[in-house]
């Protein structure tokens, strides 16, 4: 299995590091490093010879040469999340164990999960076949972060395939990257449109989202028929397609939660403090200790005093939430195109948020795909709430796994 990821480089800094892992102490054969500023350079090892590439010229490394370019490495890579300009690549031309990239992205960050038999290509390099990939979107106040261990666990039972998972606009390391309203979920389905089309050029088989995301994933469907692999699966997660109810007694409101988040300091001197105020208003405890993962360290490392922010936009995200509750997408979901098939899989505990009415309509839906070849179809989750990754997580990849195996690799 291996790990891509991509992060938006909101600062350069001349002063990067530069350097080659030392690629065979991690089991890879070669490597690729560059840095800002068109200083790029390639290691390749092959046995045990090995030569450096750079733009303009090749040269056989001697091993003083491959200690020194090593040892540099390890230091950017220490350096990478401090100097998020710095691109790395390890590439085994065999079948890739395992790597690690980081570069620019002026979409939106990403992580791409691989599993073990998975070969690893440049985007442009079109003698290898497409990779068949799943599409995995968080909710709203969320990140990549809160899929990654479960598309791990997908990425070992299905070797074959890869994972890509996102942060939305105004969400994680994506807040740091420049869009422009108004923040909606259209407007957040055309920047994973964008993103796997236009840049990373892929067209993903399966597309899943939990909640906000679920809306996202739907929004795709409508505004991009033709780009969706045929067949697609789209999962929407504890979501309904048009009006979001309200939660009830002991439920957490996310219009509420965002609220009183938007009144806190922009910057904190402790995740503790947080988490308690949190508590104290009457959030779950879950609920609390997921948001404070959402405070990154501002204070140089080893600082006597703390200081944490936010690394989402709230303003934005409040726009957005806003534009989930009222986005209305029963239209596609009654008239799935052809070759789609949806299912809509509801938390056991999570009653209040479905409506009576929007159980009828999706079963309504079922038939009515099935007698024109589409397909929409309904699920439940037992032992869940609406963290269905989460509170349950071997039902839901029980469930989630028709979709891997029913597709050809």
């Known amino acids: 299995m291996s790990v891509i990821s991509k992060f938006p480089a909101a600062h350069r800094h001349r002063e990067a590091p530069v350097g080659v892992s030392a690629a065979r102490k991690v089991g890879f054969r070669s490597a690729v490093a560059s840095v800002p500023f068109q200083m790029q350079f390639l290691l390749v090892i092959v046995g045990n010879r090995c ?167 739907l929004s795709m469907v409508e505004q991009a028929a033709k780009p969706l692999a045929r067949p697609v699966r789209v999962w929407v997660l504890d979501a309904t397609p048009g009006k979001v109810c309200p939660g009830g007694d002991g439920e957490d409101h996310p219009q509420e939660l965002i609220s009183f988040l938007s009144r806190m300091p922009k910057e904190v001197s402790s995740k503790r403090d947080v988490l308690n105020a949190l ?29 944490f922010s936010w690394v989402f936009d709230l303003k934005g995200i409040a726009e957005m939430y806003q534009s989930y509750e009222e986005t209305n997408l029963w239209n596609i979901v009654e008239d799935v195109p052809r070759g789609v098939h949806m299912n809509f899989l509801k938390a056991e505990r999570s009653l209040h948020r479905w409506a009576l009415e929007d159980l009828q309509r999706i079963h309504a839906a079922e038939d009515l795909a ?29 469930i989630l796994s028709s979709s891997f195996q029913g597709i050809k690799t």
């Not at 508590?279 to 609920?287: H, L, P, R």
């Not at 007698?371 to 989460?390: N, R, T």
């Not at 509170?391 to 839901?396: A, V």
């Open 370 to 398: 099935a007698d024109e070849g589409g397909g929409v179809q309904m699920h439940v989750l037992e032992d869940a709430g609406h963290w269905v990754h989460a509170d349950n997580p071997d039902g839901l990849f029980r």
């Open 51 to 217: 030569w450096l590439t750079t733009g303009c010229q090749n040269r056989r490394l001697n091993r003083d040469d491959i200690i020194r370019y090593s040892q540099s490495a390890l230091s950017c890579s220490r350096k990478v999340a401090k100097y998020p300009s710095v691109q790395m690549t390890l590439v085994d031309e065999r079948v890739a164990r395992g790597r690690n990239m980081t570069m620019p992205s002026r979409i939106l960050a990403y992580d791409l999960v691989q599993g073990a038999l998975v070969r690893w290509s440049s985007i442009a390099d079109k003698s290898i076949p497409d990779t068949p990939t799943a599409v995995l979107v968080h909710g709203i106040l969320g990140s990549r972060k809160n899929w990654g261990t479960f598309a791990r666990r997908l990425a070992q039972a299905f070797p074959t395939w890869q994972f890509l998972l996102v942060d939305l606009r105004c969400h994680g390391d994506s807040a740091s990257t420049s869009k422009k309203g108004p923040h909606t979920v259209a407007a957040a389905a055309l920047d994973v449109l964008k993103l796997i089309v236009a840049q990373l050029r892929i067209t993903p088989r399966v597309l899943v989202g939990h909640s906000f995301g679920g809306k996202v994933v």
């Open 279 to 307: 508590i104290k208003e009457g959030f779950s405890k879950d609920v609390a200790q997921w948001v404070v993962t959402n405070l990154q360290q501002t204070s140089p490392s080893g600082s006597a005093s703390r200081s």
